[in-house]
């Protein structure tokens, strides 16, 4: 019955605009300090496409760390096809960030999930190429927590484009004992945003791959836990590491 109720469209509306405001507070009252702020702008000025990549817990703060069109790359945000990714993907809409609806948790059949995820990674490939920029969080929708899965790698790699790596944290944040330990961001606090440097995957096999792989993991929890140090927040650490396939 619970689950009817959730899966309502007057429900889901209704979550998706409390979510939408919430993320809008936070961002507008926030205090921001940044780090790599450099290297944010010259990829702005730019114009040329990328893929953003910053942690699953980080979600209600992804409205936060990137400028709207003209001042930077349009975002065409990844959500997965899970329940509870409908009123997230309707939230962002409500923010002005197109979404593109790939990955599932649902049990479903094998084809349904690999035609959803080949037509999300296509749009988001197609959206970089064309000077956009690609939002992914690399270890959603379920994990291992802190840990890239090859999504990211697929994307750049197609369109030829380099990854960014984004920590963002608030001081006075709680983290839930989600999987991915989500923030949860208060309102009139302290943020900081810090950029890593761009990642290119540098080659064309399995190797090159996993090393560029490798790189982002490292940096994304290098400057995430930096931004977690400067808002005094709880030191997240990743999950153990799964096979990668």
């Known amino acids: 019955m619970l689950k009817k109720i959730l899966s309502s469209w007057l429900v889901q509306e209704i979550l998706a605009q409390i979510i939408a405001a919430y993320m809008n507070l936070v961002r507008s009252t926030t205090r921001w300090s940044y780090e790599g702020m450099e290297t944010a702008e010259k990829i702005w000025n730019s114009g040329e496409g990328l893929v953003l990549c910053y942690w699953h817990s980080r979600i209600f703060l992804a409205h936060s760390f990137w400028p709207k069109p003209p001042d930077a790359q349009d975002v065409l945000m990844l959500i997965s096809l899970s329940r509870d990714g409908q009123f997230v993907a309707r939230a962002c809409e409500l923010i002005g960030r197109p979404v593109s609806r790939g990955s599932s948790t649902k049990k479903r059949d094998d084809m349904t999930k690999e035609k959803g995820a080949s037509q999300a990674v296509s749009a988001l490939m197609n959206h970089a190429k064309q000077g956009g920029a690609a939002a992914i969080t690399p270890d959603g929708p379920s994990g291992p927590r802190m840990r890239v899965k090859p ?3 697929r994307i750049a790699k197609g369109a030829n484009v380099p990854m960014l790596p984004i920590g963002i944290s608030i001081k006075g944040s709680k983290y839930l004992k989600t999987w991915d330990r989500m923030l949860l961001p208060p309102l009139f606090s302290r943020g900081v945003i ?10 064309n096999d399995e190797a090159a ?37």
């Open 194 to 203: 810090v950029y890593g440097e761009p990642i290119m995957i540098m080659g």
């Open 209 to 245: 791959f996993e090393a560029a792989r490798l790189a982002l993991e490292q940096s994304m929890n290098q400057i995430t836990m930096r931004a977690d140090e400067l808002c005094m927040g709880e030191k997240i650490m990743p999950a153990e590491a799964k096979p990668v396939s």
């Open 151 to 153: 999504g990211s790698i």
